[in-house]
């Protein structure tokens, strides 16, 4: 393979503490390494910014839920498709572009990792089908388990063994990455046409609450000894007050000690925080609660987040929170999809447009940004727009200006057409705080990474690591005005994937060599577990085990299977 | 006002994409520039010089532009798409999208136009002399927001789904419509001067659908309330006033719930009382087979 050296930018890189400097990064057969001999290629970074690839840490980018929102959306590529020129494929959509296009616009923001939030385990060939033609980026993604009926039925029985063994079979039969939580007990109550919205609220039927769901699942993940953590979407997303939910479910992972081999060291992962720190009891007297979501944050390293920044745009929500989209559509009036996934999860889908012009947008937009200025540690808070719900991902380097610059969210905060209003029910105003390169770095990749137990493998540039590297044309030394800021940010001067040139100038050149992220989790065999599934297969489900299970080179051709070995 | 005359001189094989033709695609522009605009035909992209001969010229803005166009349209889409200002003629037939998302100035054409002639339109008037295909004046496929203003005036028929999502604006048409029309609409004026066939009004939030001749079926989710007077091109007609969809939300003013409008010319009295006469026998043909075989004996 190719050698590059990346010669005399200014490198930030949290992994090796690097701050600035002006360094040269070499890259030999796809890893970063100490020096490259002469012949190697070199791309001349003078006056520009290097850093790791990024590292998406949760975003809908793949399966049937996003794709049923490609389908009952056809306005989403309106006046957007473009056709393929050289090796590029065709593209076309805004908050839920095509797979390729997925894949292009995360390699031009210098994303080289991106995790699929919510994948339900029945139809996860179709959320590798998409993976797999998602070019460039390195993906994996999270099958749900808050909902999941063996996992409903082992919890309230306390059987800790068992739900970890189920999980590390779902995890292979899925070829999944990690825990994921979405609404717990809730999106199963919506079966019943009703929902969970505190942390106590019994589960109808199962009769076991979130509390003891979210617990469970947390003991359960360290006992495997898993990559990333239990990774949550809390109950009572979106509603005025909830704020008081999502610290009772802060409150879940207290007691727990992360046990990995990953140097991971959070025991939980609260997903699109903006979305859970609303104060108020209406729509009238919404206001943030950032400040006390995020006090209870800086105090408790056993908890990472992200953010869940609201763009203003017109986007397309999704998500496994079947009430909550219900909820949604009663709002907003718009079309409402719903899908029922049997005895594992459920989604819904609704457009919604952010608009600037009302008030209760322009706070949760507000909120956002709090969230990722008020964090003390910027390991533990990262950069996401929970794409596409609160935006679609392509808004990362506006989200980067308005962190980075306080001119530039002051300008959008006083325009606002309740701009006093806004100011009145939020923080924002009274931050000063700049995030700074170095900072941004951490919340966007050394950050994302640690906390999905990468840390040795992405979201760095020291030798050793994987060779995700992006080159941005904006100088750090000299002055520049917010908007060049974002401009650098949306397409990268060089992105270097696995040690390939992926884009160039902003522009995509090469399809890239991407991989499918798993983890392998052995147990000792349970035969107890193995019968129940049978027994549930043959019962219940609609599809054998034999057209279940994620297997072989047409789903996952390009496979990085993590090993983690639990048998004792 | 300046001219420039497009003159296609090949029928196109396949369907040619020309949304570049309206002023404000040509305004500003010298021939040679014009002639080297692109349009798209399938995968490829061609030149418009390939398939138009040019004469005149356009004016420095699209409000001091004409845009004429003459020849077999039949394949030629998206004519006057996004025209902000100015105007144009299309002399002959056009195929779909005549028109569409246009925000001002005056767009006639004299032929038949396809589907989606105006939709999701902003502003100006787009007058068709022929007859309009489906989805005339509606929204995108998938989209909420259909016309959001100004007028479209159709002096032939229109096949079906007029006004889907209709928000704005008006559209008047002179001759028939088929089924479904202002379906979904929350705003907005349709006229149809000749028959209607079914689903007026389906799923209507709000606006105002006006019928001066026969509808076949109506839907069930709209009731008569009142006869009113109505104000069409001047004239004042009594009309019964039906509102709905009920099965739709409303919003409320003063506690009073909106619905959607839907006027039909008032039944003359001779009607009117065969329909009580018909109701009146449909009732006791029910009563008769809903009797208990006492009540029968007992009669």
């Known amino acids: 393979m190719a050698e590059y050296l990346i010669r005399n930018g200014f490198v930030f890189d949290p992994v090796s503490g690097v701050n600035g400097d002006r360094k040269d990064i070499a890259v030999k057969d796809g890893k970063i390494v100490e020096s490259v001999s002469p012949s190697a290629k070199v791309f001349d970074a003078a006056g520009k910014t290097v850093m790791a690839g990024a590292v998406e840490i949760h975003a809908h980018i793949a399966g049937p839920k996003v794709n049923e929102g490609r389908n009952y959306r056809p306005e989403d590529k309106l006046f957007n498709a473009a056709s393929g020129v050289g090796g590029m494929r065709t593209t076309g959509g805004f908050s839920i572009p095509t797979t390729f296009k997925t894949g292009y616009n995360y390699a031009k923001m210098g994303y080289t990792t991106a995790i699929e939030a919510a994948m339900p385990p029945l139809y996860a060939r179709h959320v590798h089908e998409e993976i797999r033609d998602t070019p460039i980026i390195d993906e994996g993604a999270l099958p749900v388990f808050g909902n999941n009926w063996f996992v409903l039925e082992y919890l309230?029985?306390?059987?800790?063994?068992?739900?970890?063994?189920?999980?590390?079979?779902?995890?292979?039969?899925?070829?999944?990455?990690?825990?994921?939580?979405?609404?717990?007990?809730?999106?199963?109550?919506?079966?019943?046409?009703?929902?969970?919205?505190?942390?106590?609220?019994?589960?109808?039927?199962?009769?076991?609450?979130?509390?003891?769901?979210?617990?469970?699942?947390?003991?359960?993940?360290?006992?495997?000894?898993?990559?990333?953590?239990?990774?949550?979407?809390?109950?009572?997303?979106?509603?005025?007050?909830?704020?008081?939910?999502?610290?009772?479910?802060?409150?879940?992972?207290?007691?727990?000690?992360?046990?990995?081999?990953?140097?991971?060291?959070?025991?939980?992962?609260?997903?699109?925080?903006?979305?859970?720190?609303?104060?108020?009891?209406?729509?009238?007297?919404?206001?943030?609660?950032?400040?006390?979501?995020?006090?209870?944050?800086?105090?408790?390293?056993?908890?990472?987040?992200?953010?869940?920044?609201?763009?203003?745009?017109?986007?397309?929500?999704?998500?496994?929170?079947?009430?909550?989209?219900?909820?949604?559509?009663?709002?907003?009036?718009?079309?409402?999809?719903?899908?029922?996934?049997?005895?594992?999860?459920?989604?819904?889908?609704?457009?919604?447009?952010?608009?600037?012009?009302?008030?209760?947008?322009?706070?949760?937009?507000?909120?956002?940004?709090?969230?990722?200025?008020?964090?003390?540690?910027?390991?533990?808070?990262?950069?996401?727009?929970?794409?596409?719900?609160?935006?679609?991902?392509?808004?990362?380097?506006?989200?980067?200006?308005?962190?980075?610059?306080?001119?530039?969210?002051?300008?959008?905060?006083?325009?606002?057409?309740?701009?006093?209003?806004?100011?009145?029910?939020?923080?924002?105003?009274?931050?000063?705080?700049?995030?700074?390169?170095?900072?941004?770095?951490?919340?966007?990749?050394?950050?994302?990474?640690?906390?999905?137990?990468?840390?040795?493998v992405y979201g760095g540039l020291a030798p050793g690591m994987e060779a995700d590297i992006a080159v941005y044309d904006i100088n750090p030394e000299s002055p520049f005005t917010p908007d060049q800021l974002e401009e650098a940010f949306s397409a990268a001067a060089l992105v270097i994937k696995t040690g390939l040139p992926v884009v160039e100038n902003g522009v995509v050149i090469n399809n890239g060599n991407k991989r499918t992220l798993w983890v392998d989790a052995k147990v000792n065999e349970n035969p107890q577990v193995m019968r129940d599934v049978e027994e549930k297969f043959l019962k219940y489900y609609s599809v054998t085990l034999n057209n279940y299970e994620v297997q072989g080179h047409h789903y996952i051709p390009n496979p990085y299977a993590i090993q983690v070995d639990a048998t004792q | 006002m300046e001219t420039v005359t497009l003159t296609i001189k090949k029928a196109p094989t396949l369907y040619l994409e020309a949304e570049i033709i309206s002023p404000d695609g040509l305004a500003g522009k010298t021939a040679d520039q014009i002639?080297?605009?692109?349009?798209?035909?399938?995968?490829?992209?061609?030149?418009?010089?390939?398939?138009?001969?040019?004469?005149?010229?356009?004016?420095?803005?699209?409000?001091?532009?004409?845009?004429?166009?003459?020849?077999?349209?039949?394949?030629?889409?998206?004519?006057?798409?996004?025209?902000?200002?100015?105007?144009?003629?299309?002399?002959?037939?056009?195929?779909?999208?005549?028109?569409?998302?246009?925000?001002?100035?005056?767009?006639?054409?004299?032929?038949?136009?396809?589907?989606?002639?105006?939709?999701?339109?902003?502003?100006?008037?787009?007058?068709?002399?022929?007859?309009?295909?489906?989805?005339?004046?509606?929204?995108?496929?998938?989209?909420?927001?259909?016309?959001?203003?100004?007028?479209?005036?159709?002096?032939?028929?229109?096949?079906?789904?007029?006004?889907?999502?209709?928000?704005?604006?008006?559209?008047?048409?002179?001759?028939?419509?088929?089924?479904?029309?202002?379906?979904?609409?929350?705003?907005?004026?349709?006229?149809?001067?000749?028959?209607?066939?079914s689903r007026l009004g389906g799923q209507m939030v709000e606006g105002t659908i006006i019928l001066l001749g026969t509808v076949d079926v109506m839907m069930p989710g709209f009731k008569y309330v009142r006869d009113e007077e109505v104000d069409v091109d001047g004239k004042n007609m009594l009309m019964s006033l039906y509102v709905g969809d009920l099965g739709e939300r409303h919003r409320k003013r003063k506690g009073e719930p909106i619905y959607g409008k839907l006027y039909i010319r008032k039944a003359a009295p001779a009607a009117a009382e065969s329909r009580e006469v018909r109701l009146a026998r449909a009732r006791e043909a029910r009563k008769a087979r809903f009797a208990s075989p006492e009540e029968t004996a007992s009669a």
């Open chain 1, 156 to 456: 309230k029985n306390r059987e800790l063994e068992n739900t970890a063994a189920y999980i590390s079979w779902l995890l292979r039969a899925s070829k999944g990455y990690g825990v994921k939580v979405v609404n717990p007990g809730g999106t199963e109550a919506w079966g019943w046409g009703l929902n969970c919205l505190t942390v106590n609220d019994p589960v109808p039927y199962f009769d076991i609450t979130p509390a003891q769901i979210v617990r469970g699942l947390i003991e359960a993940n360290e006992y495997l000894g898993l990559p990333h953590s239990m990774h949550i979407h809390a109950n009572n997303l979106g509603n005025p007050g909830n704020y008081t939910t999502t610290l009772d479910t802060f409150r879940l992972a207290e007691g727990f000690k992360a046990n990995n081999r990953f140097g991971r060291e959070q025991t939980m992962h609260h997903t699109h925080v903006q979305f859970h720190s609303y104060g108020g009891d209406t729509w009238g007297n919404f206001e943030s609660k950032s400040d006390e979501i995020i006090d209870y944050v800086n105090t408790h390293p056993n908890l990472t987040i992200d953010t869940g920044n609201v763009t203003l745009d017109e986007t397309t929500t999704m998500t496994a929170d079947g009430p909550f989209e219900h909820h949604l559509t009663e709002l907003n009036h718009l079309k409402w999809a719903n899908v029922d996934v049997e005895l594992e999860t459920a989604a819904g889908i609704v457009p919604y447009v952010y608009s600037p012009d009302i008030k209760v947008c322009a706070i949760q937009w507000a909120i956002g940004l709090e969230l990722g200025l008020l964090a003390k540690d910027p390991m533990r808070c990262f950069i996401t727009t929970d794409h596409p719900n609160a935006g679609p991902f392509t808004r990362y380097p506006r989200i980067i200006k308005w962190l980075m610059s306080k001119e530039a969210r002051e300008e959008r905060l006083n325009t606002f057409k309740h701009a006093e209003k806004v100011i009145g029910a939020t923080l924002l105003h009274g931050i000063d705080r700049e995030i700074t390169f170095y900072e941004l770095a951490q919340m966007t990749r050394a950050g994302p990474a640690k906390a999905l137990g990468l840390k040795d």
């Open chain 2, 35 to 197: 002639r080297a605009l692109p349009v798209h035909m399938g995968n490829e992209e061609f030149t418009l010089g390939e398939f138009f001969d040019l004469a005149g010229a356009p004016g420095a803005t699209a409000e001091e532009t004409k845009v004429v166009v003459t020849g077999d349209l039949s394949r030629v889409k998206y004519l006057g798409m996004k025209m902000s200002g100015g105007e144009m003629v299309i002399e002959s037939d056009a195929d779909m999208y005549v028109g569409a998302w246009m925000s001002g100035g005056t767009l006639t054409a004299k032929g038949n136009v396809d589907s989606f002639a105006g939709i999701g339109m902003k502003g100006g008037l787009l007058e068709i002399n022929g007859n309009a295909g489906n989805y005339t004046g509606s929204a995108y496929r998938g989209d909420w927001r259909g016309m959001q203003g100004g007028k479209i005036h159709v002096k032939g028929n229109v096949r079906s789904d007029t006004g889907y999502f209709m928000n704005g604006g008006e559209i008047v048409i002179d001759g028939d419509a088929d089924v479904h029309v202002g379906t979904h609409a929350e705003g907005g004026k349709i006229v149809i001067k000749g028959n209607a066939k």
